[in-house]
């Protein structure tokens, strides 16, 4: 068989042949990729919505001034004969002059009653200055703010001047009279809309905007000086709200032909239907019925309002066609102003792009101001051109022989052309031309279903699609129709509404102003509605009630909590969240919905959702019960012991694996410290004292001799990446590369100058919070101190504090906060902190105050307050202001004016957390101190009133209250929110084949394949040699644990409190970064999850804490997907000193085994042990403990394995035994078999995944044993070297290695054979292997990765021919 040389090293050869992916990668779950794992947990950002109308408007008065002089043409125009004669459809000639003027002015005043029955309509029949003087002065009077309309009709006077002037009467008709249009606009003021029908009019339009400007400057101008003319008079009005809209340019006439009107242009405007009709008979090109002629066309049948009659739909066809071209064409704000403003404008403005069409083609360019871009072309009027054709060719058949009406397919075909918008087009594309033709569907109760439906999968492509159809006009329509009863409509508009109160929740107001509630609460109590459909509901529901008083009363009012309560068991956990969530919102600070949730007990029935298998259920829970005890109230016994209760079942939560879950903990738990602040007060008060007078058996004292890890704790100036997750709480200082000297310097071992390492950067947590406390940048309370306390608590006897009972409900959610201050995951320790600091600042406030007021003297400085070791705050109001050094030194210099006696004068320990992102960087001086400049306060802050005075205590409780509850929220309900606000019909990229996600996944996977096929080949010809050196490196740290990735050349090696990457095929260092655990732990254990897939690295710290990590190893920031405490009770005191020296050394003699993992990707199990009297089981799917199965032994955990086809967990013990669990049987009976025949401590026991695999394990002592489960003796042992230090087997070859203090590897086959024997580095001086801290194989190659104590990391193989 020929063997490709690079097959061994090369897992990424290029994909050539085709290849059977193994479809086991596809069925595999993934651990810890959902949306809460990838997504930062907050709302989407709000889109300004520009769609509600700011300024509704009413044309409330119209004046209309015809100047027509009937029988008498004016001296400038010279008429064609015959010549253009109708106004307003009547032929002034055919009646006396006075007559013909006076019924014209009542026709014109019906035509425009059409569109505004409502206005105040006033003419003005050839007029003088005078009387228009008078009309438009007394019209603005009444219409005050609102919008008056001026209809001019100049066909009886000359022509607009080029001064802006128009031309009136004298009194007998005998003088033409200008009128400037400068006085009109004063007159006029504003808002107004002006229409000039008479030749020329584009000349009034110029003279308007000219003399509008002129108004503009003096304006200016007057403001400036006050002894200008204008200052002194009322001011005149600006003319930017009119509107005007001319009948042609300033150099065009008005068209004479004489089949045409002679006021074509108001004809249009007014009467648009008619005029298109007549228009459209008298164009030339070919029609459906040729014999249709102006006569016919006044004769078709029915009225203009009713949508049921031939004239009725082609209005309402002729509406929608307008309203789509003005949409297409126009600027968004543009439309909103014209379109949607005021009725009457709204329907002018639609008419006068028909006028445009129109009189284009009679030369006459129709002028608006603000002007329009041209639409006369656009291909809309093609479709109005067919419908008119089609029911114009209907029209001999309905009138002679009654015939009944078929209506238009223009509204069905309109919906198709969006239903192939909707299915075919791309994602980035511009909106569809036919959304406000949907619009008016919904207005027809036909098509109506089809418009919902087709209107919801539009507003399902996102966010902008719903800021589109609500800028349309969709609001009022879809309102509407909550009114009705269709039961088929129910679904449909349910899902709409979601979609536009995820985007825009303002619109709760509207909803309970129109009862609109009532329709969701109706929807969600009604059984016969799928789940999804009641999700939506209690969405919309959710949204009414938040923060929004009237709602909360409506909903209550509406059965909304009972309601909710019998869906809290729903088995479609979307609707269990929402369900919770709404109920947490509507007793938000809603004293008498909470009341009502008493009596239903609202509370107990939550507590079932605090195990939910969802973890997001599990948060809404959380998020319900915190608002339910956050009720500002006033308080009885009754609901103290409701609160004492909630408070209780909540602390159950401490340990949840959800950091989701525990921030909505920490958030629910501050709204109890608020209502209780006086009781925590005590508390903390208590707790400060008793860690002050306590010295606490630390770890980590600040003593570390013997220390082993130099580059720790010596000036490795910025080695560390910054790691996003730990934002402002503590970041690495970015470096890619090491600096190659001082990788190889062997600094200081005792680490006595100050190092920038991750181990002792500053506790002063999240610099960016403004907290109650007396400075932003320092907290009074340092981790370390809440650590102290943390373990004080657990050990101490608190029976002697006084005041407050040892067990008392307050104490008790002290120490769960204490607990959660630190979390492994960085935001709920963040959130946890800022409460503990709040309270404690309380408490030290007041009681400064009462020892000042006893003083009797306000300056002098009271005595020292409980306060973490380096952080002062200065009694009398002085704040401390610097930031806390990064050396460990006894905190600042003190500060001037504060008194000595505020200082402990012992040295802290140093700090765990990292410190603030962006370090000072200076050398630390000798002997720690912290630089000069820190001496002096830089800046006042928040609370600081100055030195000598004490802060006013009653602006700081407000102060402190509104801080507590504004700045603790998780973001998780806008988070939820933002579902409903994306696609929900669209398929998820990892399902779309032709995605870049699918894409990558399949690269990954035949890769996988290759290496799984490509290493079995070498493992079965059998490895007879295994020291071929082909990676060494030095590790910034001394490895403490090494893992391969299973497919890529990639190697992860943790030291104590940091991760570095290695690639082994090119030697090079890929990442280095900080793991975040305290530094008095360190990680015992890692795990690459979804190895197959989207890696995430896991590590396990020997205070039982459990971190994932992604984006290591690649150019991007390492982030923390998630954290939490894996096994709780592994308190640190428990365990000797971190490993130094001890660890070659007997392992009894050690502090445990730390923490001990076993990942099983097939279930998604992770199984937890280590110095524990337990083997815990997490499902990481659920994020919950699911198994907590006792081991039944005295000594710790030291090496797990297990099996999932056979149920079966393999634990080796620190006392040699090795157990045989059976995950399936309860506690009692599931220890099946145990195995004492090792003397010692158990290195490694490894259960075989096959059918009949076996039990593999070893000892210290050196003596491998192997077992079948079925037998309760070892079935074969073999002798290996004594002292060992470290050892693995490897998974599929038969191999395993040893690795003792004596500086040796020997690795074994399974018959016991030697097969190779490793003392000294290939090539790198012949230097001796330090003693071995690690020892792994690669799950698929036959290699080995070894860390030594010398800080040296390298990876041995098979002899090249194999490869």
């Known amino acids: 068989m020929k063997m490709d040389t690079e097959l061994l090293h090369s897992p990424m050869v290029g994909l050539t042949e085709e290849e059977e992916v193994d479809m086991a990668d596809w069925n595999l779950p993934l651990a810890f990729m959902k949306k809460r794992h990838t997504e930062k947990i907050e709302g989407s950002k709000v889109l300004a919505q520009s769609w509600r109308m700011k300024d509704r408007m009413k044309t409330v008065s119209v004046a209309l001034v015809l100047c027509l002089n009937v029988g008498v043409d004016p001296p400038d125009v010279v008429k064609t004969s015959p010549c253009a004669r109708l106004e307003c459809w009547i032929d002034p000639l055919s009646m006396s002059p006075q007559k013909a003027l006076e019924t014209i002015g009542a026709n014109l005043q019906k035509q425009y009653e059409n569109w505004q029955p409502r206005a105040r309509y006033k003419q003005s029949l050839d007029p003088t200055v005078d009387e228009v003087k008078k009309l438009c002065s007394s019209l603005r009077r009444n219409a005050k703010e609102e919008r008056v309309l001026f209809h001019y009709n100049g066909h009886g006077v000359p022509r607009p001047t080029v001064n802006g002037e128009i031309w009136v009467f004298n009194k007998n008709y005998t003088q033409y009279i200008p009128l400037s249009i400068y006085d009109l606009q004063t007159w006029m003021g504003s808002p107004s809309i002006f229409v000039y029908d008479c030749s020329n009019a584009g000349i009034i339009v110029k003279s308007f905007k000219q003399f509008a400007l002129q108004r503009e400057q003096e304006l200016e101008v007057a403001a400036i000086n006050p002894n200008h003319p204008l200052a002194q008079m009322p001011l005149p009005p600006s003319m930017k709200n009119c509107i005007q809209l001319a009948a042609c340019e300033a150099s065009e006439l008005l068209p004479m032909n004489p089949d045409l009107p002679a006021d074509l242009f108001t004809s249009c405007l007014t009467t648009p239907i008619k005029i298109a009709l007549r228009w459209f008979c008298m164009q030339k090109s070919s029609k459906l019925v040729p014999g249709v002629t102006l006569d016919l066309i006044e004769k078709i049948p029915g009225r203009l309002n009713d949508r049921r009659t031939p004239l009725g739909e082609l209005n309402w066809i002729f509406t929608a066609i307008t309203d789509t071209i003005a949409w297409n064409v126009l600027p968004r704000d543009l439309f909103q102003k014209l379109f949607r403003q005021d009725l009457l404008v709204a329907s002018l403005f639609r008419n006068f792009l028909l006028a445009e069409r129109i009189m284009r083609s009679y030369n006459c360019t129709p002028v608006s101001s603000p002007r329009l871009p041209p639409t006369y072309m656009h291909a809309m009027w093609q479709a109005w051109d067919l419908a008119v054709d089609i029911c114009l060719s209907q029209l001999p058949t309905i009138i002679e022989e009654g015939t009944a009406f078929r209506h238009s397919p223009f509204f069905a075909e309109q919906l198709t052309a969006f239903q192939v918008w909707l299915t075919m087009g791309v994602e980035n594309r511009n909106p569809p031309e036919q959304l406000p033709i949907v619009l008016q569907v919904l207005l027809s109760q036909v098509h109506r279903l089809r418009a919902l439906d087709l209107l919801g999968r539009f507003l399902d492509l996102g966010p902008w699609a719903v800021s589109l159809a609500l800028s349309v006009g969709i609001f009022p329509y879809v309102l509407k129709l909550l009114q009705s009863s269709a039961r088929e409509l129910r679904p449909l508009l349910v899902f709409i509404w979601a979609k536009i109160l995820a985007v825009d929740s303002s619109c709760q107001a509207d909803l309970v102003k129109d009862n609109g509630h009532k329709y969701f609460l109706s929807v969600l109590a009604d059984p016969y509605m799928p789940a999804e459909h009641r999700t939506m509901a209690v969405f919309i529901l959710a949204v009414i009630v938040n923060n929004y008083n009237t709602g909360q009363e409506a909903c209550l009012q509406g059965n909304l909590i009972a309601i909710c309560l019998e869906q809290l068991n729903d088995p479609h956990p979307l609707l269990r969240q929402w369900v919770a969530i709404c109920l947490g919102r509507i007793w938000q600070n809603f004293d008498s919905a909470r009341w009502c949730g008493v009596r239903d007990s609202a509370h107990e029935k939550l507590y079932s959702l605090l195990s939910d298998p969802i973890p997001e259920v599990r948060c809404a829970a959380v998020f319900a019960l915190g608002t339910f005890v956050g009720n500002s109230a006033e308080r009885t016994d009754h609901s103290t012991t409701i609160d004492h209760n909630v408070a209780m079942m909540l602390a159950q939560l401490i340990n949840d694996g959800s950091p989701i879950v525990r921030k909505e903990l920490v958030v629910a738990l501050s709204h109890l410290v608020v209502q209780y602040e006086s009781n925590f007060c005590t508390v903390a008060l208590q707790f400060m004292e008793e860690e002050k007078n306590y010295a606490v058996p630390s770890p980590a004292n600040a003593t570390e001799t013997g220390n082993i890890t130099p580059s720790r704790d010596s000036p490795a100036i910025p080695r560390l990446r910054s790691v996003n997750s730990y934002t402002n709480l503590r970041a690495a200082t970015s470096a890619r590369t090491l600096n190659k000297s001082l990788q190889n310097l062997n600094l200081n071992e005792e680490g006595g100058s100050a190092a920038f390492s991750p181990g002792n950067l500053s506790t002063s947590s999240s610099a960016s ?308 655990n305290p530094r008095y732990t360190r990680i015992t254990a890692m795990e690459y999850l979804n190895g197959h897939d989207c890696s995430l690295l896991l590590t396990a710290t020997d205070d039982g804490a459990l971190r994932v990590w992604k984006n290591f190893a690649d150019q991007r920031n390492p982030e923390m997907v998630t954290a939490w405490q894996g096994l709780s009770d592994m308190l640190p005191t428990t365990r000797g000193l971190a490993r130094r020296v001890s660890i070659y050394l007997d392992r009894s003699k050690q502090g445990g085994a730390g923490m001990v993992v076993d990942w099983e990707q097939e279930t998604g199990l992770l199984m937890t042990s280590g110095d524990v009297r337990v083997i815990r089981i997490w499902d990481t799917e659920r994020e919950m403990k699911v198994q907590d199965i006792p081991t039944g032994a005295d000594s710790c955990v030291t090496t797990l394995s297990c099996d999932l086809q056979r149920s079966l967990v393999a634990a080796g013990l620190g006392d040699g035994s090795v157990r045989v669990y059976d995950r399936r049987m309860g506690p009692n009976e599931c220890r099946v078999m145990t195995y004492r025949e090792h003397g010692a401590w158990v290195v490694k026991a490894h259960l075989q995944k096959e059918p009949d695999g076996q039990i593999i394990s070893v000892s210290v002592n050196g003596d491998v044993r192997f077992f079948d489960p079925r037998m309760p003796e070892s079935i074969n042992v073999l002798q290996t070297v004594k002292g060992l230090t470290a050892l693995d087997i490897h998974p599929q070859a038969n191999l395993f290695a040893c690795g003792s203090m004596n500086q040796f590897i020997a690795v074994y086959n399974f018959n016991g054979d030697v097969i190779s024997n490793i003392k000294y580095y290939d090539g790198f001086m012949g230097q001796r292997i330090g003693a071995i801290s690690c020892l792994a194989f690669h799950p698929y190659w036959p290699h080995l990765a070894v860390g030594s104590n010398d800080y040296y990391m390298s990876i041995y193989s098979a002899e090249k021919r194999l490869r």
């Open 769 to 1076: 919070s403004t907290l109650g406390s007396p400075d932003n940048d320092e907290y009074l309370l340092s981790f370390e101190t809440i650590d102290k306390m943390r373990r004080v608590s657990s050990y101490s006897s608190l029976n002697s504090l006084i005041g407050v009972s040892f067990n008392s409900v307050y104490t008790q959610i002290w120490r769960v906060l204490l607990h959660l201050a630190a979390d492994p995951f960085p935001d709920v320790s963040d959130l946890a902190m800022k409460v503990l600091n709040s309270i404690a600042y309380k408490a030290t406030m007041n009681a400064r105050t009462q020892r000042i007021l006893d003083s009797g003297s306000l300056t002098q400085s009271a005595p020292a307050s409980p306060t973490s070791k380096g952080t002062l705050i200065h009694q009398a109001g002085a704040s401390h202001r610097s930031k806390r050094s990064s050396s460990p030194s006894s905190g600042s210099p003190p500060m001037p004016g504060a008194s000595s006696s505020s200082f402990t004068n012992e040295v802290p320990k140093p700090p765990t957390r990292e410190g603030p992102p962006t370090r000072p960087a200076y050398t630390p001086t000798l002997g720690g101190q912290a630089p000069h400049s820190q001496q002096f306060p830089r800046t006042r802050k928040m609370f600081d009133k100055g030195p000598d005075q004490t802060a006013e205590d009653g602006d700081e409780t407000a102060a402190h209250r509104s801080f507590i509850s504004a700045t603790l929220q998780t973001g998780l309900c806008d988070w939820s929110a933002k579902y409903f606000a994306q696609p929900v019909m669209k398929i998820p990229e990892e399902h779309d084949l032709e995605s870049q996600v699918r894409k990558e996944r399949e690269w990954r996977f035949l890769r996988n394949a290759r290496v799984r096929r490509q290493s079995q080949r070498i493992t079965q010809r059998g490895v007879t040699r295994l020291d071929d050196q082909i990676f060494i490196n030095r590790n910034p740290g001394v490895p403490s644990v090494v893992k391969f990735h299973p497919f890529n050349p990639c190697i992860a090696v943790a030291d104590k409190d940091s991760i570095c990457f290695w690639d082994w095929e090119k030697g090079e260092r890929l990442d280095y970064f900080y793991n975040g």
